[in-house]
């Protein structure tokens, strides 16, 4: 079986935790493979190649081109491709719902879209998040609170455009068990799409 997975959600809800767990998964005929997305922001003491690449100028062959507060983001449809067409399952951070309906456009039933919550962020969590990324401003706090708001209230209203809801409120263990049963029900969909294709 093989799905695109979209992660989404807001600064500090676990998105790289949950990608993590995703391409540990060691369930039968799944594999996660992280397909990094471009930006053109300043580099965090926390990026992860894996997930983000900071460059000056998003590369030409990034289909998906947006932006929020001021920095350029790029997705490759043709990375995404790749990994499915070899059986694989893509996951990719995006917060922008005009790239997450423009990918569902794309990929239809290939897509599968997350949610991952864990609380409606306050500015003490996002100060003790900049301080960890080495962002530690108050004008860059402001910026992260506005933005993690932003994004956790076009979640509440565009609920719709996401297949599963990760809630991240306990320990790491119950996020883990929440994968797993994420994976097992892809699996019984008994899809495999484009393999051999």
Not at 58 to 76: K, N
Not at 77 to 101: M, T
């Amino acid at each position: 079986m093989a799905f695109l997975l979209t992660i989404t959600g807001a600064t500090g809800a676990g998105k790289s935790t949950l990608l993590s767990i995703l391409e540990a998964t060691t369930a039968p005929n799944f594999k996660a493979v992280l397909v990094p997305k471009y930006s053109t922001r300043q580099p965090r003491l926390d990026d992860s190649p894996s997930e983000i690449l900071t460059v000056p100028v998003i590369p030409a062959d990034c289909d998906l081109v947006y932006e929020q507060y001021g920095d350029r983001y790029g997705v490759s449809l043709s990375a995404l491709h790749e990994q499915l067409s070899n059986g694989s399952s893509p996951a990719v951070v995006i917060n922008d719902i005009r790239v997450l309906e423009e990918i569902r456009q794309v990929f239809g039933p290939l897509m599968r879209s997350l949610y991952i919550f864990r609380s409606s962020p306050t500015s003490a969590q996002i100060a003790r998040l900049a301080v960890a990324r080495g962002v530690s401003t108050a004008d860059a706090e402001l910026v992260r609170l506005r933005k993690a708001q932003a994004i956790f209230r076009t979640y509440i209203e565009n609920i719709e455009l996401f297949d599963y809801v990760i809630m991240n409120v306990r320990a790491i263990p119950d996020l883990r068990r929440q994968v797993e049963a994420l994976v097992t029900h892809l699996a019984a969909s008994g899809q495999y799409p484009l393999r051999g294709v």
